[in-house]
């Protein structure tokens, strides 16, 4: 008898451990969190009933196979709308004037997944500039095919590989020089040959790319061609943990390429390393470039350094991040000497300095001390101020990209400005985001007396992602 109890007992015991087991398993399968990279998402989960949990779910995940969970199609969607005022575009340099307008992005992606392993992934973009006075390539673009890839990831003994052919995009890192420019309205993409392999610690890139030119004369008339290439071989290691340390080589080559000393053909050697991570409150994230080159019939020697850190008090009340940026990028020291000393920041990010457009990471010294603090945990509100000159007064003064200000070259002192910049972050819900950012830019001498006047920007903004 009591042997019988003892058993019934060891019964119940492995029962109960069995179904914790299965109640930690349910609570760590959820919802895919919506990213930035639509590609990235894997709504295999919404194979289980019980997490088919929203409208249209049943768009999100459409299994060819009820016993293949992982060969499905999904849908999805983003609608992003951006209200922008800004007294003075460039500073109000040539001829610019103040500025109200809409900008819109709308996006539409079909995702099929294969046996696991195949990944068929398609979107499209209409991209508009509602009532915006001087329209780029960044600003609008009709509706055209943004991104349409295949790609194979596979994990072996050894480690995990991972290919990608086709429309793509891709961002290291800060995004300070390869970005997928998700701060203006057109996102940049790459027609691109991708592998990378995973093993323990270190990850290795490869790709070879022709960056997409951008066209807003009519539908589908975007293109990419060998006038343009950008290729790039890339290590990553976790080292002291968790943390990175990454270096990569890149080879830019662009005709009939246009810098204030120099024009031509420009093929451009790229080398740069980077070292972030975190540690008791404290973040980090230093990184450094070096290019050589030629641009038509002048060498290149151009450089830049960016250093990013900050201390949390995870402890304190709305987590106060006290944080200090450094930034500094070479110009051309000594115009007609036979080198072009100006940086090319490359597919720069449209908002590492702020989205107002006043700074161009070229011939540049920025400081920039903040503080982010996190009243509610949907919200996040920042408040920073910028402290910019020029590297060399040789060279001119830069806007986002890397667009000279006409007057400045040579011309001034090394003082740009100093901006004050504030912004709320606010996520209604797991769909629903907003956000608004404010700058004030108190200009230079050197600006001023190019025809310059001080800044003020505001933009105002909604996206939906489904």
Known sequence: MIERHLLSAAALLALSATAAIAADEAKAVKRPAIKSNRWQEDWSVLADPALRTQPLDSLKYL??????????????????????????????????????????????????????????????????????????PADADKVDLRLAFVS??????????????????????????????????????????????????????????????????????????????????RVERQVLGTNELSAYYSLYQKRNAHYLDGSGDEDRHIFDTRFAGSSNGLDWDLEGMGQVGSVGDKDIRAWAIGARG?????????????????????????????TVGTFNPLFPNGY???????????????????????????????????????QTTADAIYVQPNQPLAGTAGRGGAWTGAYGQIRLDYAFNANLTGAIEAVHYEIGDAIRKAGGHDGNYLGVQLTFAW
């Open 63 to 136: 299994p060819f196979s009820p016993g293949d969970p992982g060969t499905y199609i999904s849908f999805g969607a983003n609608l992003r709308e951006r209200f922008e005022t800004n007294n003075a575009p460039s500073f109000g340099i040539g001829g610019v004037a103040r500025d109200n307008y809409v900008i819109e992005r709308a996006q539409f992606h079909i995702d099929l997944h294969l046996f696991e392993d195949w990944q068929v992934f398609t979107q499209f973009e209409d991209d508009r500039a509602f009532g915006k006075s001087s329209i780029g």
């Open 352 to 390: 590492y300095f702020a989205l107002a457009g006043y700074t161009g990471y070229t011939n540049l010294i920025h400081l920039k001390p903040s503080i982010t603090v996190k009243p509610t945990d949907n919200m996040t509100l920042m408040a920073a101020v910028g402290l910019q000159w020029r």
């Open 152 to 233: 194979y990831s596979h994990d072996f003994d050894a480690g995990t590989f991972k290919a990608r052919v086709g429309r793509q995009d891709f961002a290291f890192d800060l995004q300070r020089f390869v970005s997928s420019r998700d701060g203006p309205n057109v996102r940049q993409s790459f027609d691109a040959v991708w592998a990378d392999w995973e093993t323990g610690p270190w990850r290795f890139i490869g790709f070879v790319s022709q960056p997409v030119q951008y066209r807003n004369d009519k539908a589908f008339d975007d293109t990419s061609n060998g006038d343009f290439r950008f290729s790039t071989l």
């Open 310 to 338: 900050g201390y949390t008090f995870e402890d304190a009340s709305w987590t106060p991040r006290l944080g200090l940026q450094f930034d500094m990028a070479s110009g051309d020291r000594h115009p007609g000497d036979g």
